[in-house]
Each structure stands twice: as C-alpha cells, then as structure tokens.
T-cell receptor
Framework: GQQLNQSPQSMFIQEGEDVSMNCTSS?????WLWYKQDPGEGPVLLIA?????ELTSNGRLTAQFGITRKDSFLNISASIPSDVGIYFC????????????FGPGTRLSVLP | DVKVTQSSRYLVKRTGEKVFLECVQD?????MFWYRQDPGLGLRLIYF???????EKGDIPEGYSVSREKKERFSLILESASTNQTSMYLC??????????????FGQGTRLTVV
C-alpha cells in the first residue's frame, strides 16, 4: 500500500533545541495525524488536523495541515529527554476508504 | 480516557501453534484494525473491520484471520504460527470516516515471538 514520506529519517539534537519534521504525499488527505511511539509501546496520538491550513498546538508541540493538503509538519520546541522516540504521521481520506496511510517515522534522539 | 487494550504485552509461541491476539476498545468505535510493525517496514495493515461481523483484507493478510463478533472486540488469529510472524502486533480503532474526530487510537502492542 501507499506510504507517506517523512523527513528526516532520524535526527540527533541537543536538549533545549527546537525540532522540525515533515510529512509529504503525492496525493491529498482530509486528515493528518501525528503520533509518538516509545520503544516497545503502541503509538500515542499527539495532534489531529482536519482542515487545510490548520495550525494546532499541544503543549510544546505544534503541527500544521499544509494548504495543498499534501503535507504536514510537526515542531517540538525546547526539547527534553522524554521527547526521544519515533514520530509517525498518518493521513486519512475518502480515497483510501476507512484506512489510514502511515509514514515510516522520524526517529528522534535528544542528547543531554 | 480512551482505551484500546491488547490482551498480552509479550507472547512466545511454538511453530505450528494456533495463536489468538485479542483487542478490546471502550470508545464505541465502528472501525478496528490490526497492524504488524517490523524494523524498516513500518506499519503494515493485516486486516480491518468496519462493523460487527465485517472484515476486509489489508496489505498482508496471508497466514492470518480475524473475528469480530462484538463491536468492542477484534481478534487476530494466526492459524499456524511461523517464525516469520515474529513481530510487534498493534491493534487500533476509530470512528467511521464521515463522522467527527476519526483519528485512530492504538493499543499498547503485543510482541509475539514464534520459536
């Protein structure tokens, strides 16, 4: 099945730095979702976006639904050690029925 | 608080055994999904269900079957476990597309090892 593109694949940052990652697709989506997965755990929903251009925050996290509906980005401000994990984006659209399309993930490491 | 609960965190089974993975959600979601997650391969959809007793094959259904007898419960069955089914299995649920707030919620995962 189709997969979304996420970049970067992995990143190493210093504690306190801001982080930016993005998710792109060749087709449009009506919903963009961002998840975080800790090792050995299931993904946890961070932010859900339902409208093109929408900018939504959840604490230190901010995500935007791209105007073209083909992309989304996630920013994390002032990173802390517990931000370590894999961040997944997911898209949903009528063209894929009830299913979700997932990106491969961005692995974030935070150095103290 | 929304809840998707998978029956086991870790399972070790022998080759050829029939294996049942159970998933229960308490959010009255219509849709339920089973994925497997392997390093470098991302999340791959095995089966999903959009209503009781309904099921649809995902991208990798071979060697698996599912059962949805009640709205809140979705079971994944490995008919005859093989070592290449060693993986992390994730259950998820969501409201049906076209309703509000259709994001998926995941269970904590089941790490299955087939020896």
């Amino acid at each position: 099945g189709q997969q979304l593109n996420q970049s970067p694949q992995s990143m190493f940052i210093q504690e306190g730095e801001d982080v930016s990652m993005n998710c792109t697709s060749s087709s449009i989506f009506n919903t963009w979702l961002w998840y975080k997965q800790d090792p050995g755990e299931g993904p946890v929903l961070l932010i859900a976006l339902y409208k093109a251009g929408e900018l939504t925050s959840n604490g230190r996290l901010t995500a935007q639904f791209g105007i073209t509906r083909k992309d989304s980005f996630l920013n994390i401000s002032a990173s802390i050690p517990s931000d370590v994990g894999i961040y997944f984006c997911a898209g949903q659209d009528d063209n894929y029925g009830q299913n979700f399309v997932f990106g491969p993930g961005t692995r974030l490491s935070v150095l103290p | 608080d929304v809840k998707v609960t998978q029956s086991s965190r870790y399972l070790v089974k022998r080759t050829g055994e029939k294996v049942f993975l159970e998933c229960v959600q308490d959010m009255d979601h219509e849709n339920m999904f089973w994925y497997r997650q392997d390093p470098g391969l991302g999340l791959r959809l095995i089966y999903f269900s959009y209503d009781v007793k309904m099921k649809e094959k995902g991208d990798i259904p071979e060697g698996y079957s599912v059962s949805r007898e009640k709205k809140e419960r979705f079971s994944l069955i490995l008919e005859s476990a093989s070592t290449n089914q060693t993986s992390m299995y994730l259950c998820a649920s969501s409201f049906k597309l076209g309703t509000a707030n259709t994001e998926a919620f995941f269970g904590q995962g089941t790490r299955l090892t087939v020896v």
